[in-house]
C-alpha cells in the first residue's frame, strides 16, 4: 500500500479532460421527439398548453407531466469546496457538475448544478427555497459551518421536497454502516461503546448525532475540536452546536479522551492521531480516519500500534473506504420514487443499515473481479466496494420504505419486488463492470505498447494511462520527438517514460532473430526483415509483446484497421484454436448490444459465425450481461427467401447441437430481434427478450452497420474489440479520441477483450 493515492494527473491533463470535447461535463438532451412540426407543438406551444392546465389544476400532476420528479439540484456557494476552502461560487461549479454526473451515473437521476453567489445565508436560503416548484430534490454541497446547519434546517422546514446537505449525511451515514459491521465483528452493542469524534465540523456533527439516533448512548461520546474536549461548562470556540455534543468529563485533551475508547471517529487532519494513543484504546479498537486526502493515521501505522484493530479511511487504497458514492444517490433515487417530503433519521437509518447488511452479504463475482481479490465479510471488508450493482436495489428500496413507514411518502410503493426489478433495469451493466475493470486493472498493473506514440491523441492516452495508476506505458518512437511533445503536453518528466526507437534499439537483432523463422518462406529475406523491423511501427511494437517487454498492445490511429492487423499478424497468432474477430459495443441508458464480427472475416462460415457467437456471448457475460444472441439477416425465419442464409442456418444448427448455456435464434432481422412489438409475431422464438448479442452475416453489412453507428451515435460506441489474439493486442479506429484508446488499452489489459 502507497501512502499516497495512486490516481495521479497533470493539471494539463485536468483541464483538458474539462475543456474537450464540450465544455464542462453535463449538457441537456430531449427525452421525447422533437424531430417534426407535430412534435414541436407538442412539446411547446399549443399542445404544451394542455399539461400547464392540468398541472395548475393539480400541481401533483407536475410529477406526471414533467422532469420534476426525476431531477435534483446540485447546489452550493462555494465556501467549502472540497479541502480547498472558500474560493467562491463559481469556483465550485466543476464540483457540483461532478457530483450531477454521479447522481446520472450511480442512480439515473438527473441533476442540475447551481451556484449561488452569496455567503448569507438569509439570501441563499431565500434563493434556494423559491426553486421548489423546478425540482423533485435538493443536494447541497460545500457550504461552510456553522452557516450549512442553519441553511439545511431553513430549507427542510420551508420545502415539502427532500432536502440534504451531503457532506454532513452522506459521510455520517457510510460511517455508520461501517461502525455497525465493526462493532458486530467485535461483539459490541452500539448502547455500550465508547466513542471519541476528533473534529467538530458539519461531517463530524452529523456522524455524531446519527450514531446517537441509532443507539449510541450521549455520555459516551466525546468530541473534540481544536482546543480540546467539548465539555461541559467550556466557553471557548463554543457554538449551539457543539454545545449540544458537550459532556460531562475530566478528559481535556484527545490523548486523554483516548484511553479505554472503542471507537475514534475522526474527520479532522492528517496525523491527528498518534500511533501510541491507538495503543490505549480498548482492545480491539475501530478507527475511522477519514480526513483527506491523508488520514488521520494511516492503515499501516495503525495495524502496527495495535494489530487487532479495525481502520476505514476515505481513501481508495485502503480497505474499508468510507465513499459517499454508497449513499448519495440511492437515498435520493428512493426518496424521489415515492415522492417524499423530506428526508429524515428515519431514513438515513434505513440506508446506513441496509449498506451494513449489503455488506455482509457474498460479494459478487464481478466486483470481486474488480479488486483483483474475493473480497468477503470481515475486518477488512466492513463497508461495501462503492460499485457493487446491488447498491442501487437495496439502499434506494430500504429508504422508500423507511419513507413510507414514517409517514412522509407522497406515492407509497404496492409491489416492491417490482420496484426493485424496475432500479436493476435503470443503468446499463457495462456502465458498471467496465468502471469495475478499471479498479482491476489498478490492483494488477500491466505493461501496454502503445504503437504510435508520437501521435498526440496517442501519447495523451498514454500519459493518461500511467497518471491514472493502470500501469507502464511503454511508448514507440523517436525518442526526442516523443519528448517534445509530452513537454508540450505539460508533462514535467518525460524523461521517466520508457521510450522504444524502433530504428536504434537494442532490441533490433533479438527481434530479427524471432521474425526471420517465421516469415523466411513466405517471401522475406533477412534484410527485409531487419528493415521491417526498423521502420514498421506495428511490427515492432507487436515484437515488444511477443518477446515479453509489454502485455498488451495498442494502435490503429494511423493506419487502416486492416493494414494494422497485417501487419500485427506478421508477428502474432490467433489462440490456439481461435478465430480473430473484431465486437462493437453499442452503449446505450439502459443496455448494451454486442455486435459481431465486425472487422475481419469477410464471408464466415457456419462454423466461423457458430464460433464468433459463442466468443462473443461469453465477452458479454464478462461485461455484466447475459447474453441472448440472434443471428441476423435480411430474412426471418425464411420470410423473404434467400439463397446466402446456409450459413446462418448451419451455425444455429451448430449450437443446437453443442448446447452452449445461451440463448440463441436466427435466421432473423434486426426489427425481430430488437423490437418487442415485431418480436410478438414470433412466439416460437427462443429469445426470452430483446436479443444483446448481434452475429452479423458478413463483414460487408457488420463493418457497414458498425461505423454507421459509429457516426451516427458518437460515443456510445466503444471498439473495435479484436478478439481470438494469442496476445492482448486492440486496434483502435483512425477516429478514436484519448478516452476511446484509454478504454481499449485498459479493456486489453484486463483480459476482457481477450
Known sequence: MSDESNVRFTEREALFYHKTIRPGKIEIIASKPVATQRDLSLAYSPGVAVPVQAIADDPACAYEYTAKGNLVAVISNGTAILGMGNLGALAAKPVMEGKAVLFKRFADVDSIDIEVDTEDPDKFIEAVALLEPSFGGINLEDIKAPECFIIEQALRDRMKIPVMHDDQHGTAIISAAGLLNACFLTGRELNEVKVVVNGAGAAAIACTALMKAMGVRHDNVIMCDRSGVIYQGREKGMDQWKSAHAVNTPARTLEEALKGADIFLGLSAAGALKPEWVMDMAPQPIIFAMANPDPEITPPEAKA?????????????????????????????????????????????????????????????????????????????????????????????????????????????????????????????????LTQVYAQVKQNPKRVVFAEAENEVVLRAAIQYRDFGYGTPVLVGRTQAVRDKMAELGVSDPDSYEIHNSANSPLVPEMVAYLYPRLQRRGFLERDIKRMVNQERNVFASLLVALGHGEAMISGMTRTFAQTLTEVRRVLDPKPGALPFGIHLMVGKNDTVFMADTTVNERPSAEDLAQIAIETAAVARRMGHEPRVAFMSFSTFGNPYGKWIDNIRGAVAILDASAPG???????????????????????????????????????????????????????????????????????????????LLTLAVLAAAGVAG
Open 662 to 740: 445461451f440463448e440463441y435464434e436466427g435466421e432473423m432481422s434486426p426489427d425481430a430481434a430488437l423490437n418487442p412489438k415485431v418480436m410478438a409475431n414470433y412466439p416460437f422464438s427462443r429469445l426470452s427478450g430483446r436479443a444483446n448479442v448481434l452475429i452479423m452475416p458478413g463483414l460487408q453489412s457488420a463493418n457497414i452497420s458498425a461505423k454507421l453507428l459509429r457516426e451516427l451515435g458518437g460515443n456510445a460506441v466503444i471498439g473495435p474489440m479484436l478478439i481470438g489474439m494469442e496476445k492482448p493486442v486492440q486496434i483502435a479506429p483512425m477516429t478514436a479520441l484519448a478516452p476511446d
Open 305 to 433: 500500534a495495535r494489530p487487532d484493530c479495525i481502520i476505514a479511511t476515505g481513501r481508495s487504497d485502503y480497505p474499508n473506504q468510507v465513499n459517499n458514492v454508497l449513499g448519495f444517490p440511492f437515498i435520493f433515487r428512493g426518496a424521489l420514487d415515492v415522492r417524499a417530503t423530506t428526508i429524515n433519521e428515519e431514513m438515513k437509518i434505513a440506508a446506513a443499515q441496509a449498506i451494513a447488511r449489503l455488506a455482509r452479504e457474498t460479494v459478487p463475482e464481478e466486483v470481486a473481479a474488480a479488486y483483483g481479490k474475493n473480497h468477503q465479510f470481515g475486518l477488512d471488508y466492513i463497508i461495501p466496494a462503492p460499485f457493487d450493482p446491488r447498491l442501487m436495489e437495496v439502499v434506494s428500496s430500504a429508504v422508500a420504505k423507511a419513507a413510507m413507514d414514517s409517514g412522509v411518502a407522497r406515492l407509497p410503493i404496492d409491489d416492491f419486488d417490482a420496484y426493485r426489478t424496475s432500479l436493476k433495469a435503470r443503468l446499463n451493466p457495462t456502465t458498471s463492470v
